[in-house]
């Protein structure tokens, strides 16, 4: 086996490392965006369904709603351009989580990948969540290997990927997540007023009185039933009502001098023996 020759810098890029070879990362990076250890990555482009709603260079309003249950797609603003030794891997911001804004599909970037990043987010909020072209949307670390990996061969540019994107979304995925969007565009989510309405109809429901009726019913003919079965026994058995009707033991200890000690077996007494004639 031939002996690997390692890197000594190979390891996770500190902050001063990324800013300091920032253009061979990545295009269009920005010192602002480096944090301790990562960098956080902008959003570039936003498609709704398979429509571009909002890019950087457009000069529509860049703000966007994302409705309640809502999925947007995002292309990163920065494209990355990884040497063949060095991979990355992409989080979803805590800020962003803990408003219910879920990116869900942040994972590992291959040696050699040259492009925008993609990502889905999610808004599982109940109101609209606003985002902007710029917004810092994932956060990823660099990773510098030991040795140069074989690099990604699915490199595409950025307008090929956006293509090739709507054109996946308009035929395959788009039927479950339109319909979705179009569902809560139209305001389709069960309200608070949709809850108290349907408690109303349960309450006033003459079915729900019939059902109660019943019930009442039922419970009074049981109690009869165990009445009755006890009175036969009375009258064919006697003796047994006899049994029945003595007073319980006391619990407590009839020989002890405060009633309190452990039961114990009640004593009988011994018999005497009267002494044989001498
Ligand atoms: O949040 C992310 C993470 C990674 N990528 C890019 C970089 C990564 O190198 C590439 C992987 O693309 P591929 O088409 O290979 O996707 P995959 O489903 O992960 O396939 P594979 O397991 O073959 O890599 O996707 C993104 O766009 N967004």
Not at 96 to 121: E, Q
Not at 138 to 157: D, G, Q, W, Y
């Amino acid at each position: 086996m031939d002996q690997v020759e390692h890197r000594p810098d190979s390891g996770v890029l500190t902050g001063v490392e990324i800013a300091a070879c920032l253009n061979e990362l990545m295009k269009f990076g920005s010192g602002e965006c480096v944090e301790s250890c990562s960098y956080d990555m902008r959003v570039g482009t936003i498609f709704r369904g398979s429509d571009r709603i909002s890019h950087e260079s457009s000069h529509d309003s860049k703000v966007i709603q994302i409705l309640p249950g809502e999925f947007v797609y995002i292309y990163t603003m920065e494209e990355l351009t990884l040497g063949y030794d060095m991979i990355a891997t992409a989080y979803a911001m805590n800020s962003l989580s803990s408003k219910g804004l879920l990116v869900i599909n942040p994972g590992h970037v291959d040696p050699g990948f040259r492009g925008p990043l993609t990502v889905t987010a999610w808004n599982l909020n109940n109101k609209p969540q606003a985002i902007e072209v710029g917004d810092k949307m994932i956060t990823v670390l660099f990773n510098r290997l030991s040795e140069n990996a074989n690099p990604f061969s699915r490199n595409k540019s950025r307008v090929d990927r956006e293509r090739a994107f709507t054109k996946h979304v308009s035929t395959e995925a788009s039927i479950g997540i339109a319909q979705l969007i179009e569902k809560n565009s139209a305001s389709q989510l069960v309200t608070n007023a949709d809850l108290e309405a349907v408690k109303r109809e349960i309450s006033n429901s003459p079915l729900n009185w019939i059902s109660l009726i019943i019930a009442i019913v039922g419970l009074i003919i049981a109690i009869l039933s165990v009445f009755s079965s006890d009175a036969q026994v009375v009258q064919q058995f006697p003796a047994s009502s006899a049994i029945l009707n003595q007073p319980s033991r006391p619990t407590f200890n009839e020989n002890s001098s405060d009633g309190s000690g452990p039961i114990q077996p009640a004593i009988t007494p011994e018999p005497t023996i009267r002494n044989p004639l001498p």
